[in-house]
């Protein structure tokens, strides 16, 4: 095969897959991963994609800027909702405690929290804390802090310091991105270490990722794949990435 043909091949198993590794790459054209590395080169020379630690993703995979969320809220409604209702099937049956990162998957978990019992929440979102704020079992508890306009979370010292000192049942996290390299990842470094401490704080991880955002990477990793229990995602992840996860034990749930 021509260097040629090779790159074309390795342009469209990444435009298909969201991404590619050198090291499978060097496999399945019985190449070296050095000349697997000079094609990813040329190819991001070109724009066909971009490289990252270890192999190379989709150009839009790694995104420039942060999307409000008023703008984020009108993208893919219907597999938001899905995924919020998902994820309360994980809180305890007798109640319990629980943490609410701030974002618009999140909103919809916490608009459809079971009322059949006595809940302690925690959350940095305003928009999460005015919807949990309606429910009449629920114990709302407010993690203060300078509240970033683009995504109406607090952060800072004063959220990092309250989250330091709890220990919950289930953290519920929302996320910009998701890949087996860069864990779960942010743009905002502030927010990173808020949702870094959400995930520190939680005996159980439920992460809330529509599909758009698995193979994408962001700024700010936050927390490894190992750390994540659940992830609540729609039909659209890859078959063969869901099975990555499971084999890492992450207990993928498609709603």
Same mark, same amino acid.
């Given at each position: 095969m021509y260097a040629e043909e090779r790159q074309q091949a390795i342009a469209e198993q990444v435009a298909n +897959? &969201? $991404?590619?590794?050198?090291?499978?790459?060097? $496999?399945?054209?019985?190449?070296?991963?050095?000349?697997?590395?000079?094609?990813?080169?040329?190819?991001?020379?070109?724009? %066909? @994609?971009? $490289?990252? +630690?270890? &192999?190379?993703?989709?150009?839009?995979?790694?995104? /420039?800027?942060?999307?409000?969320?008023?703008?984020?809220?009108?993208?893919? /409604?219907?597999?938001?909702? $899905?995924?919020?209702?998902?994820?309360?099937?994980?809180?305890?049956?007798? &109640?319990?405690? #629980?943490?609410?990162?701030? &974002?618009?998957?999140?909103?919809? %978990? %916490?608009? *459809?929290? /079971?009322?059949?019992?006595? #809940?302690?929440?925690?959350?940095?979102? #305003?928009?999460?804390?005015?919807?949990?704020?309606? +429910? /009449?079992?629920?114990? @709302? +508890?407010? #993690?203060?802090? *300078?509240?970033r306009g683009i995504t109406q979370a607090a952060v800072g010292p004063a959220p990092l310091a309250a989250l330091g000192d709890l220990r919950v049942d289930v953290a519920m996290i929302g996320t910009n991105g998701l890949t087996e390299h860069h864990g779960l990842s942010t743009p905002d470094i502030e927010e990173a270490a808020v949702k870094s401490a959400m995930v520190a704080a939680a005996q159980r991880v439920v992460v809330l990722a529509d599909s758009t955002k698995i193979g994408r990477e962001d700024l700010r990793s936050f927390a490894d794949i190992a750390a994540v229990d659940v992830l609540i995602t729609d039909d659209g992840i890859d078959p063969a990435f869901s099975a990555r996860l499971s084999a890492l034990g992450v207990e993928v749930v498609i709603a």
């Open positions: +897959h &969201g $991404r590619a590794s050198v090291t499978a790459l060097a $496999r399945e054209f019985a190449v070296t991963s050095e000349t697997v590395r000079r094609d990813l080169a040329a190819l991001e020379r070109v724009g %066909a @994609l971009r $490289r990252v +630690h270890g &192999g190379a993703v989709t150009v839009d995979a790694v995104r /420039p800027s942060e999307l409000g969320v008023a703008e984020r809220a009108d993208a893919r /409604p219907d597999e938001k909702m $899905r995924i919020g209702a998902a994820a309360c099937r994980f809180i305890p049956s007798d &109640g319990g405690s #629980l943490v609410v990162d701030a &974002g618009t998957t999140t909103i919809q %978990a %916490a608009a *459809r929290l /079971p009322r059949d019992r006595s #809940l302690t929440v925690f959350t940095n979102s #305003l928009s999460v804390a005015s919807t949990v704020a309606e +429910h /009449p079992g629920a114990d @709302l +508890h407010f #993690l203060g802090g *300078r509240i």
